[in-house]
């Protein structure tokens, strides 16, 4: 993935990307299910992660346009491409970073069901915001009681369950992070680092 926002894109964050930058896991919302455990874990985008990225951004800028260093270009034209190089690199390897930790998380759900004795019952399991569910690892009840199902979308399982007899059946899935939503996520951040860059006479509007 590459650096593509630019200031204005700050306005056009979704809403899940800019939720995704308060939290270090993903929050379980209205209707959608909670996972039984998660491995890998995505640090908040803070102010701290901010500053730090703007702090570098900052000394890379006052280094390459004020020093004197013999070495650096002598044009204004030369230092800012030079600047902008390495600002590109900073940013690059934020973006680097932090889709490998999104990537890196897998959680993994565990629903059931239960049916009264002859009689049906159906269950939905969801995906939190953002997250996909792997079809190839489900697991889930093989016998009779399976009565249909389970049937995956992209972030959903539906199943139904019956019997004579008072009985349950389960699915268990492992979920990942969209690559649009970890995309989509990353880059806002990088658009909310440039926006505090060029508040502060940094300019990143690079092609």
Not at 52 to 76: C, E, I, K, R
Not at 152 to 179: I, K, L, M, Q
């Amino acid at each position: 993935m590459r650096i593509r926002p630019t200031v204005a894109d700050v306005r056009r964050m979704t809403l899940s990307a800019i939720i995704a930058l308060g939290v270090a896991l993903p929050m379980p919302c209205f209707g959608q299910d909670v996972p039984e455990r998660c491995t890998g874990t995505v640090a908040p985008f803070d102010s701290t992660t901010r500053e730090q990225l703007v702090s570098a951004a900052l000394t890379a800028s006052n280094y390459f346009m004020n020093s004197p260093d013999v070495g650096l270009p002598h044009t204004y034209e030369g230092r800012r491409d030079t600047l902008n190089k390495v600002l590109r690199s900073q940013l690059q390897k934020h973006v680097d970073l932090r889709t490998a930790a999104f990537r890196a998380v897998q959680c993994h759900y565990h629903g059931i069901d239960w049916n009264q004795p002859g009689g049906r019952s159906s269950k939905t399991m969801t995906a939190q915001a953002g997250f996909y569910f792997l079809q190839e690892t489900a697991d889930y009840t093989r016998n009779g009681d399976m009565k249909r199902g389970p049937t995956f979308t992209r972030n959903t399982v539906s199943w139904t369950t019956g019997g004579h007899h008072r009985s349950s059946t389960y699915v268990d899935v492992d979920a990942r992070y969209e690559p649009s939503f970890i995309s989509n996520t990353v880059q806002a951040e990088i658009a909310i680092v440039r926006h505090a860059l060029a508040e502060r006479g940094v300019p990143t509007e690079w092609n």
